[in-house]
Nanobody, 123 residues
Framework: QVQLVESGGGLVQAGGSLRLSCAAS????????MGWFRQAPGKEREFVAA????????YYANSVKGRFTISRDNAKNTVYLQMNSLKVEDTAVYYC????????????????WGPGTQVTVSS
Protein backbone atom coordinates (compact mmCIF):
# COMPACT_ATOMS: atom_id res chain seq x y z
CA GLN A 1 0.00 0.00 0.00
CA VAL A 2 2.98 2.29 0.52
CA GLN A 3 6.47 2.35 -0.96
CA LEU A 4 9.38 3.21 1.31
CA VAL A 5 12.99 4.20 0.63
CA GLU A 6 15.53 4.86 3.38
CA SER A 7 18.46 7.22 3.13
CA GLY A 8 21.06 8.83 5.37
CA GLY A 9 23.07 5.80 6.36
CA GLY A 10 26.82 5.83 6.37
CA LEU A 11 29.95 5.61 8.47
CA VAL A 12 30.19 7.52 11.72
CA GLN A 13 32.47 7.42 14.74
CA ALA A 14 31.22 6.25 18.10
CA GLY A 15 29.63 9.12 19.97
CA GLY A 16 28.59 10.81 16.78
CA SER A 17 25.18 11.44 15.28
CA LEU A 18 23.33 10.48 12.16
CA ARG A 19 19.85 11.15 10.84
CA LEU A 20 18.02 8.61 8.75
CA SER A 21 15.14 9.52 6.49
CA CYS A 22 12.43 7.37 5.00
CA ALA A 23 10.57 8.74 2.03
CA ALA A 24 7.15 7.27 1.41
CA SER A 25 4.91 7.31 -1.60
CA UNK A 26 1.20 6.84 -1.52
CA UNK A 27 -1.89 8.82 -0.73
CA UNK A 28 -2.45 7.17 2.64
CA UNK A 29 0.91 7.85 4.31
CA UNK A 30 -0.62 9.94 7.07
CA UNK A 31 -2.84 7.03 8.12
CA UNK A 32 0.10 4.67 8.73
CA UNK A 33 2.10 4.26 11.86
CA MET A 34 5.78 4.17 10.95
CA GLY A 35 8.63 2.26 12.46
CA TRP A 36 12.34 1.66 12.30
CA PHE A 37 13.96 -1.74 12.63
CA ARG A 38 17.53 -2.89 12.31
CA GLN A 39 19.42 -6.05 11.57
CA ALA A 40 23.07 -6.77 12.18
CA PRO A 41 24.89 -9.57 10.31
CA GLY A 42 23.93 -12.95 11.70
CA LYS A 43 21.35 -11.42 14.02
CA GLU A 44 17.57 -11.26 14.09
CA ARG A 45 15.85 -8.15 12.93
CA GLU A 46 14.93 -6.04 15.95
CA PHE A 47 12.56 -3.23 16.69
CA VAL A 48 14.07 0.21 17.16
CA ALA A 49 11.29 2.80 17.24
CA ALA A 50 7.74 3.49 16.11
CA UNK A 51 5.50 6.49 15.82
CA UNK A 52 1.74 6.84 15.71
CA UNK A 53 0.14 8.05 12.51
CA UNK A 54 -0.41 11.48 14.05
CA UNK A 55 3.09 11.72 15.46
CA UNK A 56 1.61 12.18 18.92
CA UNK A 57 3.05 9.01 20.43
CA UNK A 58 6.32 7.21 19.96
CA TYR A 59 7.91 4.02 21.27
CA TYR A 60 11.50 2.91 21.59
CA ALA A 61 13.51 -0.17 22.25
CA ASN A 62 15.30 0.02 25.58
CA SER A 63 18.64 -0.14 23.83
CA VAL A 64 18.07 3.21 22.11
CA LYS A 65 15.97 5.14 24.62
CA GLY A 66 17.44 8.53 25.32
CA ARG A 67 19.65 8.39 22.25
CA PHE A 68 17.32 7.99 19.27
CA THR A 69 14.31 10.06 18.32
CA ILE A 70 11.69 9.14 15.76
CA SER A 71 9.66 11.87 14.10
CA ARG A 72 7.54 12.38 11.04
CA ASP A 73 6.46 15.10 8.68
CA ASN A 74 3.22 14.02 7.07
CA ALA A 75 3.27 17.00 4.74
CA LYS A 76 6.50 15.63 3.28
CA ASN A 77 5.57 11.95 3.51
CA THR A 78 8.76 11.38 5.47
CA VAL A 79 9.73 9.74 8.73
CA TYR A 80 13.06 10.35 10.44
CA LEU A 81 15.30 8.65 12.93
CA GLN A 82 17.70 10.97 14.70
CA MET A 83 20.49 8.90 16.21
CA ASN A 84 22.77 10.47 18.79
CA SER A 85 25.54 9.07 20.95
CA LEU A 86 26.00 6.23 18.53
CA LYS A 87 27.66 3.05 19.70
CA VAL A 88 29.47 0.34 17.80
CA GLU A 89 26.63 -2.02 18.63
CA ASP A 90 24.26 0.22 16.69
CA THR A 91 25.91 -0.98 13.50
CA ALA A 92 23.25 -2.60 11.34
CA VAL A 93 21.09 -2.24 8.29
CA TYR A 94 18.21 0.01 9.24
CA TYR A 95 14.79 -0.53 7.75
CA CYS A 96 11.76 1.69 7.60
CA UNK A 97 8.36 0.02 7.90
CA UNK A 98 4.70 0.98 7.72
CA UNK A 99 1.79 -0.21 9.84
CA UNK A 100 -1.62 0.27 8.25
CA UNK A 101 -3.42 0.10 11.61
CA UNK A 102 -1.97 3.52 12.37
CA UNK A 103 -0.91 2.72 15.92
CA UNK A 104 2.42 0.92 15.71
CA UNK A 105 1.63 -1.12 18.81
CA UNK A 106 1.86 -4.59 17.32
CA UNK A 107 5.11 -5.40 15.58
CA UNK A 108 3.43 -7.92 13.31
CA UNK A 109 1.31 -5.10 11.92
CA UNK A 110 4.28 -3.62 10.07
CA UNK A 111 3.79 -5.04 6.62
CA UNK A 112 5.53 -2.72 4.18
CA TRP A 113 9.30 -2.39 4.23
CA GLY A 114 11.98 -0.33 2.58
CA PRO A 115 15.17 -1.87 1.19
CA GLY A 116 17.28 -0.67 4.11
CA THR A 117 20.25 1.62 4.64
CA GLN A 118 23.58 0.66 6.20
CA VAL A 119 24.75 2.35 9.38
CA THR A 120 28.29 1.60 10.49
CA VAL A 121 29.67 2.96 13.75
CA SER A 122 33.42 2.79 14.23
CA SER A 123 35.27 2.88 17.52
Amino acid sequence: QVQLVESGGGLVQAGGSLRLSCAASGRTFSTYAMGWFRQAPGKEREFVAAIHRSGGSSYYANSVKGRFTISRDNAKNTVYLQMNSLKVEDTAVYYCAADPTGYGLGLSAFRSWGPGTQVTVSS
